[in-house]
């Protein structure tokens, strides 16, 4: 089961691994939960959830969905992409989630939508242990590390098992860097400024769900100003930001903002009067001070150019 906010990965990686996709609808931003409690039976093998869900909203009654899951001898299946409202604050363990994995790529550090590469370690409660793949690093008692095969009901090796190193070792640093109360800090401030800018636009873009408070990140919508949200990106590249828009599909013309911790009031500022400049300018012919202005972008997609030209740059 997949809460209809979810993001496509989740559906599509859940249909790989051979599982039948049951998506539940959602109600004020939320799981729905008469629809959700009228799916869970004893077929449920798990529920796969991002908290904070992709509208930015904390699913309020996700404990209650955790048990009714477990009552139906269900796992639950947390998507890490979120962590960032989380860190320090909530352990995924809390919520009742019994498989988790952090999007190191997404909240550690790496920047957002930077395209990869990926990095994501699966958690695992106790009782799940046995199952993780193999070889297991453990530690013996005089401090040394060895690889363990053994663990009989193992899922045996994974592809890529090991994970990205550069990244797996960029997100350490950045733990270690902030420690616990750098990590808190982290996510509160991605909170407090997600729900500053929901509040400054939300004056003049409509901010679906509006009564409740935004987490790290929220998505507004430029249907009821009567723009495409595709124009006001073009409008923004202007400024020097490249938007994430049309995601989640189940907001109209939507356009997500998720600044993270990282982004000083200044530019936050500066982003928030690029959006509220789009809505009142004639979008037509931006952007017009970028290399390239409006790209055929299906044909850019179904032919890509990807040849370059050599500069002759020769390594120092
Ligand atoms: C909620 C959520 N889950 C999963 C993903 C997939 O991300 P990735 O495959 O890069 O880890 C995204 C991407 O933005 C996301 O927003």
Same mark, same amino acid.
């Given at each position: 089961?997949?809460?209809?906010?979810?993001?496509?990965?989740?559906?599509?990686?859940?249909?790989?691994?051979?599982?039948?996709?049951?998506?539940?609808?959602?109600?004020?931003?939320?799981?729905?939960?008469?629809?959700?409690?009228?799916?869970? &039976?004893?077929?449920?093998?798990?529920?796969?959830?991002?908290?904070?869900?992709?509208?930015?909203?904390?699913? @309020?009654?996700?404990?209650?969905?955790?048990?009714?899951?477990?009552?139906?001898?269900?796992?639950?299946?947390?998507?890490?992409?979120?962590?960032?409202?989380?860190?320090?604050?909530?352990?995924?363990?809390?919520?009742?989630?019994?498989?988790?994995?952090?999007?190191?790529?997404?909240?550690?550090?790496?920047?957002?939508?930077?395209?990869?590469?990926?990095?994501?370690?699966?958690?695992?409660?106790?009782?799940?242990? %046995?199952?993780?793949?193999?070889?297991?690093?453990?530690?013996?008692? %005089?401090?040394?590390?060895?690889?363990?095969?053994?663990?009989?009901?193992?899922?045996?090796?994974?592809?890529?098992?090991?994970?990205?190193?550069?990244?797996?070792?960029?997100?350490?640093?950045?733990?270690?860097?902030?420690?616990?109360?750098?990590?808190? @800090?982290?996510?509160?401030? +991605?909170?407090?400024?997600?729900?500053?800018?929901?509040?400054?636009?939300?004056?003049?873009? +409509?901010?679906?769900? +509006?009564?409740?408070?935004?987490?790290?990140?929220?998505?507004?919508?430029?249907?009821?100003?009567?723009?495409?949200?595709? &124009?006001?990106?073009?409008?923004?590249?202007?400024?020097?930001?490249?938007?994430?828009?049309?995601?989640? @599909?189940?907001?109209?013309?939507?356009?997500?903002?998720?600044?993270?911790?990282?982004?000083?009031?200044?530019?936050?500022?500066?982003?928030?009067?690029?959006?509220?400049?789009?809505?009142? +300018?004639?979008?037509?012919?931006?952007?017009?001070?970028?290399?390239?202005?409006?790209?055929?972008?299906?044909?850019?997609?179904?032919?890509?150019?990807?040849?370059?030209?050599?500069?002759?740059?020769? @390594?120092?």
């Amino acid at each position: 089961m997949i809460p209809e906010t979810a993001h496509g990965s989740n559906f599509a990686s859940a249909a790989m691994a051979g599982f039948e996709v049951v998506p539940v609808p959602m109600r004020d931003g939320e799981v729905d939960m008469p629809s959700f409690r009228a799916l869970c &039976d004893d077929r449920v093998a798990a529920f796969m959830a991002t908290v904070p869900n992709t509208l930015g909203l904390f699913e @309020q009654r996700i404990l209650e969905v955790s048990d009714t899951v477990h009552s139906c001898g269900g796992l639950m299946y947390f998507d890490g992409a979120n962590m960032n409202a989380l860190i320090g604050v909530v352990k995924p363990a809390q919520l009742g989630f019994d498989i988790a994995h952090l999007n190191l790529h997404k909240t550690f550090s790496t920047p957002h939508g930077g395209g990869g590469p990926g990095a994501g370690p699966v958690a695992v409660k106790k009782h799940l242990a %046995d199952y993780l793949p193999i070889p297991r690093l453990r530690k013996s008692e %005089d401090g040394s590390y060895t690889w363990d095969y053994a663990s009989r009901r193992s899922i045996g090796r994974v592809r890529e098992g090991f994970g990205n190193f550069g990244v797996l070792l960029r997100a350490y640093t950045y733990i270690r860097t902030l420690g616990l109360e750098g990590l808190r @800090q982290a996510a509160r401030d +991605s909170v407090l400024v997600s729900n500053y800018a929901a509040k400054r636009l939300s004056q003049v873009y +409509s901010l679906p769900f +509006s009564g409740k408070p935004r987490k790290h990140e929220f998505v507004i919508s430029s249907k009821p100003i009567g723009k495409r949200a595709f &124009d006001i990106a073009k409008h923004i590249l202007k400024w020097g930001y490249a938007p994430t828009i049309y995601f989640p @599909q189940l907001v109209d013309e939507a356009l997500m903002v998720e600044f993270t911790e990282s982004e000083t009031k200044r530019e936050v500022d500066e982003y928030i009067q690029g959006l509220l400049d789009a809505a009142k +300018s004639d979008l037509t012919s931006d952007p017009n001070n970028t290399a390239v202005d409006r790209l055929d972008e299906v044909r850019a997609a179904r032919e890509p150019k990807l040849t370059w030209r050599d500069l002759g740059y020769v @390594q120092p």
